[in-house]
């Protein structure tokens, strides 16, 4: 039997004894039955039994078979576990998350002894899965937190290799900041296209953020212990772009390096190649790329052999390249060759909920970088910043922020500040609500911005506080809970607002 009476009870009279025997073979039939999965360890860690249940998560660790799985030990199997640790301390763990390539889990792990209380293995019980109903939003939950979690340790580990010469991803998906629900579809997308060797296009308009997304999805895939080479087509010159990317064989031309020139696809074997502004590459070069993508292998601009190269491609734009296909100035034949996993990058504007967010890390950012104090935002200038257009997104966000902190004397940023800065930089522009979403107050009128060009500043205050409460509506289909946490006010306040 699993489960064993602890040898101090031996001295019990018989029948009781027996009825302590009975109790652990129930109550170890009862985990088998009714839990999620019930697993084995032996004294010296490896997996010896799976019940049925537990056999259905196979398949997510990566085994074909029970017996693939039975007889390994159990930290090779199963990532995250605290097995072994139960069987070094010999103390159970009765409550714990654990979160692995199967799901995460809700899960308990006892010691097992034998008559003379020595520890002999080790009972993990899985009570409840991500599938369970009444634990899916907390499970989900924990297992977003813990993936971001384990991305800002990559990050880490990745600034640590920086520093000591080796080029790596800068950025994990950690450091893509929002939890709208646009950005939760992107990184849902982006980390399904890492574990992919295909290309990636991401579209969007400049200042969203593609660099980093691209970092993101450099380190989350297998690739990320390879290099990650960057090339921004639009800032390198055309009569250079050749040697750039193919590199230059040993005295190709006159001038050119006696030892040769390794080109981007070279310096990114085994790694990630980021073709940044991909829609003004020359149509020239266009096919040269085509070939490499298609072929795996590039020649060097002077050279008549043919180099194998293994570098996965994430290019980038903020053009349309479908209208550039029709009029000729892209190839159609690299667009579809591109645009296999295109991921969309949403502008600041359709985002417009994870401002106060952005504010706190950018400010933050800015301040270590220019040793200053952290500022603080009221909930107007909140509001105010989240109403904008922003027609460059998140760089014109951090543009603005950075001027703010620099003017700034007390730290604490009002909204006249934002005001000054938006008008004086010319950056002023309010992003018109939807008329769409059902945005009402309570009254059940429509809330608009006033036109507020010859108003006194606070009338315009009022207009632009207006406008803010009601564009947080919108985006929040109607929820005011929501949206006084969007704007970063009480319920109450907001109730005032709406009054």
Same mark, same amino acid.
């Given at each position: 039997?699993?489960?064993?009476?602890?040898?101090?009870?031996?001295?019990?009279?018989?029948?009781?004894?027996?009825?302590?025997?009975?109790?652990?073979?129930?109550?170890?039939?009862?985990?088998?039955?009714?839990?999620?999965?019930? #697993?084995?360890?032996?004294?010296?860690?490896?997996?010896?039994?799976?019940?049925?249940?537990?056999?259905?998560?196979?398949?997510?660790?990566?085994?074909?078979?029970?017996?693939?799985?039975?007889? +390994?030990?159990?930290?090779?199997? $199963?990532?995250?576990?605290?097995?072994? !640790?139960?069987?070094?301390?010999?103390?159970? $763990?009765?409550?714990?998350?654990?979160?692995?390539?199967?799901?995460?889990?809700?899960?308990?792990?006892?010691?097992?002894?034998?008559?003379?209380? +020595?520890?002999?293995?080790?009972?993990?019980? /899985?009570?409840?899965?991500?599938?369970?109903?009444?634990?899916?939003?907390?499970?989900?939950?924990?297992?977003?937190?813990?993936?971001?979690?384990?991305?800002?340790?990559?990050?880490?580990?990745? +600034?640590?290799?920086?520093?000591?010469?080796?080029?790596?991803? !800068?950025?994990?998906?950690?450091?893509? $900041?929002?939890?709208?629900?646009?950005? /939760?579809?992107?990184?849902?997308?982006?980390?399904?296209?890492?574990?992919?060797?295909?290309?990636?296009?991401?579209?969007?308009?400049?200042?969203?953020?593609?660099?980093?997304?691209?970092?993101?999805?450099?380190?989350?895939?297998?690739?990320?212990?390879?290099?990650?080479?960057?090339?921004?087509?639009?800032? /390198? @010159?055309?009569?250079?772009?050749?040697?750039?990317?193919?590199?230059?064989?040993?005295?190709?031309?006159?001038?050119?390096?006696?030892?040769?020139?390794?080109?981007?696809?070279?310096?990114?074997?085994?790694?990630?190649?980021?073709?940044?502004?991909?829609?003004?590459?020359?149509?020239?070069?266009?096919?040269?790329?085509?070939?490499?993508?298609?072929?795996?292998?590039?020649?060097?601009?002077?050279?008549?052999?043919?180099?194998?190269?293994?570098?996965?491609?994430?290019?980038?734009?903020?053009?349309?390249?479908?209208?550039?296909?029709?009029?000729?100035?892209?190839?159609?034949?690299?667009?579809?060759?591109?645009?296999?996993?295109?991921?969309?990058?949403? @502008?600041?504007?359709?985002?417009?909920?994870?401002?106060?967010?952005?504010?706190?890390?950018?400010?933050?950012?800015?301040?270590?970088?220019?040793?200053?104090?952290?500022?603080?935002?009221?909930?107007?200038?909140?509001?105010?910043?989240?109403?904008?257009?922003? !027609?460059?997104?998140?760089?014109?966000?951090?543009?603005?922020?950075?001027?703010?902190? #620099?003017?700034?004397?007390?730290?604490?940023?009002?909204?006249?500040?934002?005001?000054?800065?938006?008008?004086?930089?010319?950056?002023?522009?309010?992003?018109?609500?939807?008329?769409?979403?059902?945005?009402?107050?309570?009254?059940?009128?429509?809330?608009?911005?006033?036109?507020?060009?010859?108003?006194?500043?606070?009338?315009?205050? +009022?207009?632009?506080? !207006?406008?803010?409460?009601?564009?947080?509506?919108?985006?929040?289909?109607?929820?005011?809970?929501?949206?006084?946490?969007?704007?970063?006010?009480?319920?109450?306040?907001?109730?005032?607002?709406?009054?």
């Amino acid at each position: 039997m699993p489960l064993s009476v602890d040898s101090d009870l031996t001295g019990l009279p018989r029948d009781a004894q027996s009825i302590l025997n009975l109790a652990a073979k129930s109550l170890f039939d009862v985990f088998a039955h009714a839990s999620e999965g019930m #697993l084995l360890v032996d004294r010296s860690g490896c997996v010896v039994w799976i019940n049925d249940q537990y056999r259905r998560y196979l398949p997510a660790l990566g085994f074909a078979s029970e017996q693939d799985f039975v007889g +390994q030990p159990v930290g090779e199997v $199963i990532q995250n576990t605290q097995m072994q !640790r139960v069987l070094e301390t010999g103390k159970p $763990i009765l409550i714990d998350l654990l979160t692995n390539k199967a799901g995460t889990f809700v899960v308990s792990r006892f010691p097992l002894r034998d008559d003379a209380g +020595q520890v002999i293995g080790a009972l993990g019980v /899985v009570l409840f899965d991500q599938a369970q109903s009444n634990l899916q939003p907390f499970l989900a939950k924990f297992s977003l937190m813990q993936r971001e979690l384990d991305e800002a340790r990559d990050a880490l580990a990745v +600034q640590r290799r920086a520093g000591l010469g080796l080029r790596q991803a !800068r950025h994990s998906f950690a450091s893509f $900041i929002g939890a709208s629900a646009p950005v /939760v579809a992107l990184k849902r997308q982006a980390r399904r296209a890492a574990q992919s060797s295909s290309p990636v296009l991401l579209l969007g308009e400049t200042g969203t953020g593609k660099e980093l997304l691209a970092h993101a999805i450099h380190a989350a895939s297998p690739r990320a212990k390879g290099p990650l080479v960057s090339v921004n087509i639009a800032a /390198v @010159p055309e009569t250079l772009l050749e040697a750039e990317f193919f590199g230059v064989a040993p005295g190709a031309y006159t001038g050119a390096d006696r030892k040769g020139r390794d080109g981007k696809f070279r310096l990114a074997d085994g790694g990630t190649l980021f073709l940044d502004e991909i829609g003004d590459m020359p149509l020239a070069l266009q096919a040269k790329l085509l070939r490499a993508l298609q072929e795996g292998e590039i020649e060097p601009l002077g050279s008549n052999r043919l180099v194998p190269v293994d570098a996965r491609v994430i290019a980038a734009t903020s053009r349309d390249l479908p209208k550039l296909v029709q009029a000729g100035q892209f190839r159609e034949d690299l667009f579809y060759r591109l645009n296999v996993l295109p991921l969309r990058v949403p @502008p600041l504007r359709e985002r417009a909920g994870d401002i106060p967010a952005l504010l706190e890390v950018l400010a933050e950012d800015l301040a270590l970088r220019s040793d200053l104090p952290h500022p603080e935002f009221s909930a107007q200038a909140v509001a105010l910043l989240s109403a904008q257009h922003w !027609r460059g997104n998140v760089r014109e966000l951090r543009n603005v922020i950075e001027q703010l902190l #620099l003017r700034s004397e007390t730290g604490v940023i009002d909204v006249s500040e934002v005001d000054w800065v938006l008008r004086e930089s010319g950056l002023s522009q309010i992003s018109p609500v939807p008329t769409d979403v059902g945005m009402r107050s309570l009254k059940g009128e429509l809330v608009e911005a006033e036109d507020t060009t010859l108003q006194p500043l606070s009338q315009q205050v +009022q207009a632009l506080e !207006r406008s803010a409460v009601a564009k947080a509506l919108a985006l929040t289909g109607g929820n005011k809970v929501a949206a006084a946490k969007m704007l970063g006010v009480s319920r109450a306040k907001l109730y005032q607002r709406l009054a």
